[in-house]
């Protein structure tokens, strides 16, 4: 039984974002927990570039892109000038991909924070550089094959563990903190809602499988978005003022190997069982971390 | 109380004049030597004597960005840095000028790093004079005042940024007197900002700003930028007189002078043998010394950006020896200004002219009576085009 979806007009079809894109389905999601008192400010990436195709544009909302790493700071202008203006209705979001999230943005991410604003940071977490051709970021799983962590016959991929930005938005006391995927859309548009009920900064990040970034078929994004979860890779988490309150863990769940999600992917073709071991690992630490 | 001469820093009189003017956003970053302008806009707001919302920023890179956002949103803010400040938000500079946004902002300026050095120069605003924002010098105290107030006026008509550069130090540090205009009076020159429909964020009427142009539209859109630009020059001497009739008292330093067209204030005879021209506070210096030399004219630059090179021309016809004094070097090439001059000129004008360029003051070096001697003394030799002009 498929359930219809009805998209919005808050972001139109006859953008240029890949055939099965990830990203593209997560952001309708989002667009589906919103209502039209909203102003958006976007950082560069495949989110921006693919909608705004000049004289075209897919946003319904009015909606802002200044540079790659500044969305959070436009975003603390727009909610100033809001402010002066005596408009408490408005509301103020931030879409930015994993680079500008977890790099090249942080100082300013970490500003917005600490200013303690109402403002719903969304990131689209795609692993990786996805629109300058999938280059590493802090984004980036242990073991997932970039061009700028090539695997080859020294190298397994990118070494690094992904950073723990959930943890970082945490540490500086966000009332609202969750993490979903693009395998679940109906759990994406709840936690827009829950985020914007609350008062004071929120941090939404959203697993974003790319389709040549991930080197998967263009239908199985949202199969990828839920093995990330099955697996306990990416479950979907929520906190609330500091305390998780939502999990996908629970005593529960069925465990899904690894092996599952990594094998469809091209990203991680090359691994062999030692660094599919390692990321076991990584996978069983978040069931006893996330548990309920 | 009004119309009253008061005995102000550089610094607090261009904060109660921002005050004055009230923008409805302000932000920035702590830097020598824009520190004053910021801390006292932040007591203003402490003490409840302004109503505008003060964002601390983490970073000058984050402060651009607040204040775009918040102009994009349709208010009237304000900034202020100085020196690595301004070259950490050079990326949102560019932005700001290709959004539109008539932000104003106030450079302190200061040299650049390295060597790091705090003290005055003109390097700061020069790396960023290609960014497409209108760029006004003051000379003095009050003039820094007044052009805060114009710089908001072509901001908000020409949906063009404008930097007020004041010298480091010299201006921002020192006393001088100075009137301050009231905000009743300001509003009366200064309308309440309200952008067209259409042109910032609102729910009310959703627009996309910021789009991704392709080689098919990103050319015309830079033409446009610098057509209007170019074409701001009328608007600003329109706009100049103007305020000299609103602003009688403020502006009896300049009114009523023949050679002051708002773009450039010309000093001396009719018929100087040798003209010195310059920008910022060194002007007040080359007026010094020309009081005791009848055949030496001063040309002060106000407007930077865009250039009024004919309107420059125009002065430079009535000399012969030109010398081309400025705080600031292109590295590898020569100073920026003596480089606009000249790039303005006729070829017929060059041939006539003897047109020098000398480097002086970086990183605060004491610009001197005696410096200013040995450069007239030296503009009629034929020796080395640039020159810096160091101890003496
Ligand atoms: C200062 C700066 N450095 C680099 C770039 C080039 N750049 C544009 S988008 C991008 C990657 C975006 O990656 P991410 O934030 O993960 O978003 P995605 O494209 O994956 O959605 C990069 C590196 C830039 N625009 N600005």
């Known amino acids: ?292 | 109380m009004n119309n009253k001469k008061q005995i102000l820093e550089g610094s607090r009189a261009i904060a109660l004049a921002i005050k004055n003017i009230s923008p409805a956003v302000i932000s920035a970053y702590p830097i020598t030597p824009q520190t004053h302008i910021v801390e006292d806009l932040a007591k203003f707001k402490a003490d409840g004597e302004a109503n505008y919302e003060y964002r601390r920023a983490e970073s000058e890179f984050a402060a651009a960005s607040i204040v775009l956002g918040a102009s994009a949103t349709g208010a009237r803010v304000y900034s202020a840095t100085s020196s690595q400040g301004l070259l950490l938000m050079t990326e949102v500079v560019y932005n700001i000028a290709g959004l539109r946004l008539p932000v104003v902002m106030t450079c302190a300026n200061r040299a650049v790093s390295g060597p790091i050095n705090i003290w005055n120069d003109h390097s700061d605003v020069m790396s960023i004079r290609d960014a497409g924002w209108i760029q006004l010098f003051a000379a003095d105290h009050q003039e820094a005042v007044n052009q805060h107030i114009l710089a908001y006026k072509l901001a908000e008509k020409l949906k063009l940024p404008v930097m007020v550069n004041v010298d480091g130090f010299i201006l921002t540090h020192s006393y001088e007197p100075v009137l301050i205009p009231t905000g009743q009076k300001i509003k009366k020159y200064l309308p309440t900002y309200r952008p067209s429909d259409g042109t910032y964020l609102n729910p009310k009427n959703p627009v996309t700003l910021g789009a991704f142009f392709t080689p098919d539209d990103y050319l015309e859109t830079r033409e446009a930028l610098h057509n209007d630009l170019r074409n701001s020059l009328e608007t600003i001497k329109k706009e100049y007189q103007v305020f000299q009739r609103a602003f009688r008292a403020e502006s009896a330093n300049d009114r009523n002078h023949k050679n002051d067209n708002g773009l450039w204030t010309y000093y001396g005879p009719a018929k100087p043998k040798t003209l010195l021209i310059a920008m910022g506070s060194a002007v007040g210096t080359l007026r010094e010394a020309i009081k005791s030399n009848p055949t030496v004219g001063v040309l002060k630059i106000k407007v930077y950006r865009p250039f009024p090179a004919a309107e420059i021309a125009t002065v430079m016809a009535r000399a012969k020896n030109i010398a081309v004094i400025e705080k600031a070097v292109s590295l590898g090439q020569a100073g920026p200004l003596y480089s606009d001059i000249k790039a303005g000129l006729k070829p017929t004008a060059i041939k006539n002219l003897n047109i020098k360029n000398y480097i002086v003051g970086l990183g605060g070096r004491d610009f001197t009576q005696k410096m200013i001697a040995a450069i007239i003394r030296d503009l009629p030799r034929k020796n080395e085009i640039i020159k810096f002009i160091g101890k003496i």
């Open chain 1, 1 to 292: 039984m498929t359930k219809k979806i009805k998209n919005n007009k808050f972001l139109s079809p006859g953008h240029n974002a890949c055939a099965g894109c990830g990203q593209l389905s997560a952001a309708q999601a989002v667009m589906r927990g919103l209502n039209k008192d909203v102003i958006i400010a976007n950082a560069t990436g495949c989110l921006e570039v693919t909608t705004t195709a000049y004289p075209q544009s897919s946003w319904g909302l009015p909606w802002i892109h200044s540079l790659f790493e500044n969305a959070a700071a436009v975003a603390s202008g727009i909610l100033a000038a809001l402010a002066q203006k005596g408009d408490t209705k408005t509301k103020v979001i931030v879409q930015a991909g994993d680079g500008g999230t977890y790099d090249i943005g942080l100082g300013l991410i970490s500003g917005m924070w600490e200013r303690g604003e109402n403002i719903l940071y969304v990131c689209y977490d795609t692993e990786a550089y996805s629109n300058t051709g999938i280059q590493a970021s802090g984004a980036t799983p242990y073991g997932a094959s970039t061009t700028t962590t090539p695997d080859g016959n020294a190298s397994v991929g990118s070494t690094q563990r992904k950073k723990d930005m959930l943890a970082i938005a945490l540490a500086h006391g966000v009332n609202y903190a969750a993490q979903s995927t693009a395998g679940f859309p109906d759990d994406i548009t709840a936690k827009v809602k829950a985020a914007l009920a609350v008062d004071g900064p929120s941090y939404l990040q959203i697993l974003a499988p790319c389709i040549p970034g991930w080197k998967i078929n263009n239908d199985e994004a949202v199969l990828m978005g839920k093995l990330a979860v099955a697996t306990g890779l990416y479950p979907l988490l929520e906190y609330r003022n500091g305390k998780l309150s939502a999990s996908s863990i629970t005593v529960a769940s069925r465990k899904v190997a690894v092996s599952e999600y990594l094998k469809n992917q091209g990203r991680f073709r090359h691994l062999k069982n030692k660094e599919i071991k390692i990321i076991q690992k990584l996978a069983d630490d978040n069931l006893k971390k996330y548990r309920l």
